[in-house]
């Protein structure tokens, strides 16, 4: 067993230094009846055979049953490979995220739909996939939802509805309030000119109220302020609470987080309320890369640069060989959190006060974020063989998606209300895959001996807000404190470090951003300019495996901004980070005797969750 350090005396920052990993992880935190006394996890974005990619890429079995099958635990038959598979920890809740474009089509032809198959589309399509053009009919369906020119012949109110009759269907059979929760969810695919805005859209309501409307696709219009309308028109008429989720801001080309609107006219207040109602939440991590930030926009944080992702998602692009778009402030959540208090301080709204949650996008009806069992963003790429192939005209497609991510939830129970309820108030956040359970706490009086009480959490809420919450001018400009607590996933790696993000609006109307790390583990000392040496590295590449001999279960701490100025806007998130662990291509260059440096991804990485931010207002 680990020894404890001297270090470990410090009050301010480490909780239960070198506690062995056998420690019971969640035995520490206690709160309220009432509150949230719970965290859940789930996945808010998988497709499944219905979604028109993810058939041609190989998933032709796994549908929307399948897919809550595997969450909850149970063996399936994998779409692509056809062996067993199982997740490892099964998930609390899970949404079915298929495109609304051309819904369950592909699909449908394929099974030889008969009022599909009498259009002219839907014969000339059967007889390309019959000659094994599958890529060239995907390629034809892409540049039609990008260009918003649907097959009318295949785009009818009765197939749309009839698909999504099936997709809500399944979902109600598999909802069980208090032991697994199913939402009702579609994904609005907006990609104007390859540049991505999609959104995944789900609701607590049942299917009651799903079959008095046929989702919003980007067929209707690829504008957000044409779906926030949508949902406004749809919640009144309906009785539908909606909540939609803004993925992949990494690859928006500046358009996620713009300081324009769709029409290029600067934000207004009017614009950011609307924004802020149906878009509470974005997804800051999933197997298309990572969107907290970039070196290029962060440059002065040495942990910038965690699974980026520089493909185009148009196929001009694909089929050209081109990169994806430059990157700017508008692409990741932190430069887009920093642009809102910008936006605040002119118009007197922010569109840029989201939450955080990660979640995966696989398009193989499988949600697996686990690196030693990750079944691949597509069906194609399941197998390691495929990783490092050309798929869709990019080498190594597969060896370049990320194993992420997941949605941490703090909730008093496990059922659709109080969870939709929980992503509306933001105490929610992202992992890239560990099951890393967070506490976040902002308030003005909380003192050191608070971190790691068995009662952190109803201190927290007695004392302060949590994550996503909202802190005004203290007294006599006294600077917030922080109560922050992390447990390792229990079935994980130990953790490296808690960081605070801060960003702040400067009295010019810029913003600027610090990292801060507040707890740590081993007893490390910070230098003469307060950086931390690396936590180390025990993975063994030959083999794959590593120990938690580094790092530690748990840390806790209470933190001051030491920079606080009471006059300026601010936000504040937690970055956690575990020690080193394999990657995913590691995993797979083992298995195929494989030089890990061949796989052009290095071979471990450190896993991380992001909290919801809170923010201080004057």
């Not at 020894?3 to 709160?31: E, F, K, R």
């Not at 490892?88 to 739909?113: I, S």
């Not at 583990?521 to 580094?550: F, Q």
């Not at 575990?578 to 796989?599: C, F, K, N, S, V």
Request: hydrophobic share 35%; net charge negative.
């Amino acid at each position: 067993m680990k020894q404890l350090s001297a270090a470990c005396l410090v009050p301010l920052l480490i909780l239960g230094c070198g506690t062995p990993s056998s420690t019971p992880p969640y035995a520490t935190v206690s709160s309220l009846a009432g509150e949230p006394s719970d965290v859940f996890w789930g996945d808010t974005h998988l497709h499944t055979s219905y979604s028109p990619d993810a058939f041609f890429f190989g998933n032709a079995t796994a549908d929307p049953d399948t897919a809550y099958r595997y969450a909850k635990g149970l063996p399936v038959v994998h779409p692509y490979h056809k062996g067993k598979i199982r997740i490892g920890t099964p998930l609390d809740f899970l949404v079915v995220a298929d495109h609304a474009e051309m819904m369950g089509v592909p699909l449908r032809l394929f099974q030889g739909d008969e009022a599909l198959n009498e259009t002219a589309s839907g014969r000339r399509f059967m007889k390309m996939l019959e000659a094994g053009k599958n890529q060239e009919v995907f390629f034809e369906f892409i540049t039609a939802i990008n260009n918003n020119q649907p097959f009318e012949d295949l785009n009818g109110e009765d197939v749309r509805r009839s698909v999504w009759s099936d997709t809500v269907a399944i979902t109600e059979r598999h909802n069980a309030p208090g032991d697994f929760t199913s939402f009702i969810g579609w994904e609005w695919t907006s990609t104007p000119n390859g540049k991505n805005l999609h959104r995944v859209v789900f609701m607590p309501e049942g299917g009651d109220v799903a079959a008095k409307f046929i989702p919003y696709s980007a067929f209707d219009s690829d504008r957000p302020e044409d779906l926030w309308a949508w949902l406004e028109e749809t919640s009144t008429r309906t009785g539908a609470s909606f909540v939609a989720i803004p993925h992949n801001s990494n690859i928006s080309g500046g358009l996620m987080f713009n300081d324009v609107d769709s029409d290029g006219r600067p934000i207004t207040a009017e614009y950011a309320r609307t924004r802020m109602k149906w878009e509470p939440v974005i997804e800051a991590t999933q197997i298309k890369g990572d969107s907290e930030t970039d070196p290029i926009l962060s440059p002065n944080d040495e942990f910038a640069a965690f699974e980026p992702f520089s493909h185009a998602i148009d196929t001009e692009a694909i089929t050209e060989g081109k990169a994806g778009p430059e990157l700017g402030p508008g692409d990741f959540a932190r430069s887009g959190l920093r642009r809102g208090l910008e936006i605040e301080a002119k118009v007197g709204a922010n569109p840029y006060k989201f939450g955080m949650v990660g979640s995966t996008d696989a398009h193989t009806g499988i949600s697996s974020t686990e690196e030693d069992n990750f079944h691949g963003k597509t069906a194609f790429d399941s197998i390691p063989e495929n990783e490092f192939n050309t798929f869709l005209e990019i080498e190594g497609f597969g060896a370049d998606m990320s194993a992420a991510g997941l949605a941490g939830v703090w909730s008093p129970t496990n059922n659709r209300q109080a969870l939709h309820e929980a992503f509306r108030r933001k105490e929610v956040y992202a992992s890239t895959g560990p099951r890393i359970r967070v506490r976040f706490f902002g308030g003005w009086d909380f003192r050191d001996s608070d971190a790691g009480k068995k009662d952190l959490a109803k201190r927290g809420y007695d004392g302060g807000v949590p994550m996503g919450g909202d802190l005004t001018k203290g007294p006599d400009g006294k600077a917030p404190a922080f109560l922050v607590y992390a447990i390792k996933d229990p079935r994980g790696s130990n953790l490296d470090r808690i960081q605070i993000v801060k960003g702040w609006l400067k009295p010019d109307g810029t913003s600027d951003e610090k990292v801060y790390d507040v707890a740590w583990s081993d007893g490390r000392v910070p230098d003469d300019g307060g950086a931390l040496k690396p936590v180390g590295n025990t993975v063994d590449v030959t083999t794959g495996r590593y120990t938690n001999e580094i790092g530690d279960a748990q840390l806790s701490a209470v933190w001051r901004d030491p920079d606080f100025d009471p006059a300026l806007r601010a936000f504040y998130y937690l970055r956690v980070l575990q020690i080193p662990t394999p990657r995913h291509t590691l995993y797979d260059a083992i298995a195929l005797g494989m030089d890990p440096q061949e796989t052009g991804h290095p071979p471990t990485i450190q896993e991380r969750a992001y909290s919801s931010p809170i923010w201080y207002t004057p």
